[in-house]
């Protein structure tokens, strides 16, 4: 069994995560698309030995139009199938994670998908499964009917189920030995055909497309919720979480871990990686003068919390007590703000500075020392097995750490130096699914 090593994703949005980061003087170009600066990101990230590039998709919006639309640096970016698959070509190492909503998709079409990015890529995919629901969205999509909270992680956990299966139709090695000779391009006996009958999809026949290089992509899951959780332990390698101390991180990280052995899974097959909001400076004063200079910037003339409007109560004064509710979406992220607003009796102003800029996140500001300190100790305690960065600004965010902090933590000891693995599974120690329908065929 290999050493335990430090795991470090990035998840990029345009200018950065921090609700100022479009603002900040050292931002660059407009709100088009732009994928040669994707590109460029993605390189940096190899170039730093990070194990993922991982793409949200905030799928859909909102045809309501106010004075307030056009002051938020919404996150209109490619689809993630379409980037990775350029930025696949164009890098060889790292792992590329592509987020898709199961309310808004049908498993045959996402389980094509990603064996397809798993080729093109080399046997680098990965998938962040999102069960979110907006009623935006959903109108986007036609969709009238609205999912529980349960019902959607329910319709999750089967939409997976479905998607292996699908995986499962071919044998790896169907399509590596056409027989020219006699015209047989393959043997049926390497195929599979599915019935799959669940309570929520469908899917009736054989995938047409290759099983994955790794036979299935990496499973990504982000939720902190009570079915969050259980998803977790049932069906992710990976799970992106958020928590502010490591006494909440490290209560997460054994809860969910301690939940896996029900499914027969080892815990070294999920690795937690929580959000980590990042500004490091060559002292704590330098990091923290640069984040003052972000918070100054943030808007707080809008805020919307637990069904309420709030714009017209004193951004200065304690959170309102009025009747919260949490949405279907995002229940873990609500009531963490909730509790913190109520413990230590914030303003609207505050609750928005220090929660809503790094969304829950650990924020780490300060010198190398400060920060490296920081990522050794929730790593070494158990907090986390790695971090999914959320860098506040760009580019000079990223850069600032891959250039002062990813060099720091190498000379510790406790993250790669060179890339050991041919695939994005076999970087983070993670086992590669078998077919066991292979194993069947051979025995008839």
Request: glycine letters at 8%; charged letters at 25%; hydrophobic letters at 35%.
């Given at each position: 069994?290999?050493?335990?090593?430090?795991?470090?994703?990035?998840?990029?949005?345009?200018?950065?995560?921090?609700?100022?980061?479009?603002?900040?003087?050292?931002?660059?170009?407009?709100?088009?698309?732009?994928?040669?600066?994707?590109?460029?990101?993605?390189?940096?990230?190899?170039?730093?030995?990070?194990?993922?590039?991982?793409?949200?998709?905030?799928?859909?919006?909102?045809?309501?139009?106010?004075?307030?639309?056009?002051?938020?640096?919404q996150?209109?970016?490619?689809?993630?199938?379409?980037?990775?698959?350029?930025?696949?070509v164009?890098?060889?190492?790292?792992?590329l994670?592509?987020?898709?909503?199961?309310?808004?998709?049908?498993?045959?079409?996402?389980?094509?998908?990603?064996?397809?990015?798993?080729?093109?890529?080399?046997?680098?995919?990965?998938?962040?499964?999102?069960?979110?629901?907006?009623?935006?969205?959903?109108?986007?999509?036609?969709?009238?009917?609205p999912r529980?909270?349960?019902?959607?992680y329910?319709?999750?956990?089967?939409?997976?189920?479905a998607?292996?299966?699908?995986?499962?139709?071919?044998?790896?090695?169907?399509?590596?030995?056409?027989?020219?000779?006699?015209?047989?391009f393959?043997?049926?006996?390497?195929?599979?055909?599915?019935?799959?009958?669940?309570?929520?999809?469908?899917?009736?026949?054989?995938?047409?497309?290759?099983?994955?290089?790794?036979?299935?992509?990496?499973?990504?899951?982000?939720?902190?919720?009570?079915?969050?959780?259980?998803?977790?332990?049932?069906?992710?390698?990976?799970?992106y979480?958020?928590?502010?101390?490591?006494?909440?991180?490290?209560?997460?990280?054994?809860?969910?871990?301690?939940?896996?052995?029900?499914?027969?899974?080892?815990e070294?097959?999920?690795?937690?990686?929580?959000?980590?909001?990042?500004?490091?400076?060559?002292?704590?004063?330098?990091?923290?003068?640069?984040?003052?200079?972000?918070?100054?910037?943030?808007?707080?003339?809008?805020?919307?919390?637990?069904?309420?409007?709030?714009?017209?109560?004193?951004?200065?004064?304690?959170?309102?007590?009025?009747?919260?509710?949490?949405?279907?979406?995002?229940?873990?992220?609500?009531?963490?703000?909730?509790?913190l607003?109520?413990?230590?009796?914030?303003?609207?102003?505050?609750?928005?500075?220090?929660?809503?800029?790094?969304?829950?996140?650990?924020?780490?500001?300060?010198?190398v020392?400060?920060?490296?300190?920081?990522?050794?100790?929730?790593?070494?305690?158990?907090?986390?097995?790695?971090?999914?960065?959320?860098?506040?600004?760009?580019?000079?965010?990223?850069?600032?750490?891959?250039?002062?902090?990813?060099?720091?933590?190498?000379?510790?000891?406790?993250?790669?130096?060179?890339?050991?693995?041919?695939?994005?599974?076999?970087?983070?120690?993670?086992?590669?699914?078998?077919?066991?329908?292979?194993?069947?065929?051979?025995?008839?």
């Amino acid at each position: 069994m290999r050493n335990r090593q430090l795991v470090l994703n990035v998840f990029f949005q345009r200018f950065g995560h921090h609700l100022a980061a479009w603002r900040h003087p050292g931002s660059t170009g407009n709100g088009r698309p732009d994928l040669a600066w994707w590109i460029s990101a993605a390189k940096l990230a190899e170039a730093a030995r990070f194990d993922a590039f991982f793409v949200a998709d905030f799928i859909g919006r909102s045809g309501e139009i106010t004075p307030q639309t056009g002051r938020s640096a919404q996150s209109y970016q490619f689809e993630p199938f379409t980037l990775l698959s350029a930025i696949a070509v164009s890098t060889r190492h790292i792992g590329l994670v592509a987020t898709v909503n199961v309310n808004y998709d049908e498993p045959y079409n996402v389980a094509r998908k990603f064996s397809s990015l798993d080729h093109i890529s080399g046997g680098r995919a990965g998938w962040n499964v999102v069960s979110s629901f907006s009623e935006h969205t959903a109108k986007n999509f036609g969709i009238v009917t609205p999912r529980s909270h349960a019902e959607r992680y329910e319709r999750a956990a089967e939409f997976v189920d479905a998607a292996k299966a699908l995986w499962d139709t071919w044998d790896d090695d169907a399509f590596d030995r056409p027989d020219r000779e006699r015209g047989i391009f393959y043997d049926p006996r390497a195929s599979h055909p599915l019935k799959f009958e669940g309570k929520h999809v469908a899917t009736e026949g054989l995938l047409d497309f290759p099983r994955p290089i790794q036979g299935y992509p990496v499973i990504v899951q982000a939720g902190n919720s009570e079915s969050g959780r259980e998803f977790a332990a049932r069906v992710a390698e990976m799970s992106y979480c958020s928590a502010t101390s490591l006494d909440v991180a490290r209560a997460f990280y054994a809860d969910v871990k301690g939940r896996m052995a029900k499914y027969g899974r080892d815990e070294d097959q999920l690795k937690i990686t929580p959000g980590l909001s990042v500004v490091v400076a060559e002292s704590d004063q330098e990091a923290q003068d640069r984040f003052n200079e972000l918070q100054e910037l943030v808007d707080v003339s809008n805020v919307e919390f637990g069904g309420f409007d709030l714009s017209g109560y004193p951004v200065d004064e304690p959170l309102p007590d009025l009747p919260y509710r949490a949405p279907e979406n995002g229940k873990g992220r609500f009531q963490q703000q909730l509790e913190l607003a109520r413990r230590e009796n914030l303003s609207i102003r505050q609750l928005v500075l220090r929660f809503r800029v790094a969304r829950g996140h650990l924020q780490a500001i300060g010198s190398v020392k400060t920060v490296a300190d920081t990522i050794e100790r929730w790593f070494v305690e158990r907090g986390a097995d790695g971090f999914n960065v959320v860098p506040p600004y760009l580019p000079g965010g990223f850069e600032d750490f891959t250039r002062l902090v990813v060099p720091e933590l190498q000379r510790r000891g406790i993250f790669r130096t060179e890339y050991g693995g041919r695939t994005y599974r076999e970087n983070l120690g993670l086992q590669r699914p078998n077919n066991p329908l292979t194993h069947s065929v051979a025995q008839s």
